[in-house]
């Protein structure tokens, strides 16, 4: 393990102790680091959608038509509950895609009244070649942890998450 170095969480943590040593600043500096973690993570994560001339969210929707399997099709709304968002926020993403060629709407053989969102063929090509950029990437951004350590931050983060979302 490296020697441990002072980062910024440690001088925002020296400043409030010495100001208020009554307060207990060690969640606050996890949870700084947590932060900051996610801003430094999610540059790197995007650098690899923009070098395909995608948005991290235009990804989203068609990582999540390329993992609904074969014919690579959903409705409009599954889509954006699927990713958590609101179905205008969803049309607007499915005008640009539909715009770059990646996706195309066409009429659900189920109810003539709705529509369904399908890749297309370059759609499903810009996918594949996006997708294991993305996952060789996620594994390069945790080469530094070892396995027993990516196991333990798995285990953390899943009892952290489960209670925050217990209490949402």
């Known amino acids: 393990m490296?020697?441990?170095?002072?980062?910024?969480?440690?001088?925002?943590?020296q400043q409030w102790q010495r100001e208020r040593p009554d307060l207990d600043g060690a969640a606050m500096a996890i949870l700084g680091r947590l932060g900051r973690l996610f801003a430094v993570a999610t540059g790197r994560i995007e650098?690899?959608?923009?070098?395909?001339?995608?948005?991290?969210g235009e990804f989203?929707?068609?990582?999540a038509l390329r993992r609904s399997g074969e014919p690579y099709e959903l409705n409009p709304s599954h889509l954006a509950d699927?990713?958590?968002?609101?179905?205008?926020?969803?049309?607007?993403?499915?005008?640009?895609l539909e715009k770059a060629g990646l996706v195309r709407r066409i009429a659900d053989?189920?109810?003539?009244?709705a529509i369904k969102v399908a890749l297309t063929d370059r759609g499903l090509e810009l996918i594949d070649i996006v997708v294991t950029e993305?996952?060789?990437?996620?594994?390069r951004i945790l080469s530094v942890l070892?396995?027993?350590?990516?196991?333990?931050?798995?285990?953390?983060?899943?009892?952290?998450?489960a209670d925050l979302e217990r209490d949402a």
């Open 2 to 13: 490296p020697d441990k170095k002072i980062d910024p969480v440690d001088v925002i943590q």
């Open 47 to 56: 650098s690899v959608f923009t070098a395909h001339g995608l948005q991290s």
């Open 60 to 63: 989203d929707v068609i990582a």
């Open 82 to 96: 699927t990713l958590m968002m609101s179905r205008a926020g969803m049309t607007g993403r499915l005008d640009r």
């Open 109 to 113: 053989a189920g109810d003539r009244r």
């Open 134 to 139: 993305h996952f060789q990437n996620e594994t």
């Open 146 to 161: 070892s396995d027993a350590d990516r196991d333990n931050l798995d285990r953390i983060t899943r009892l952290l998450l």
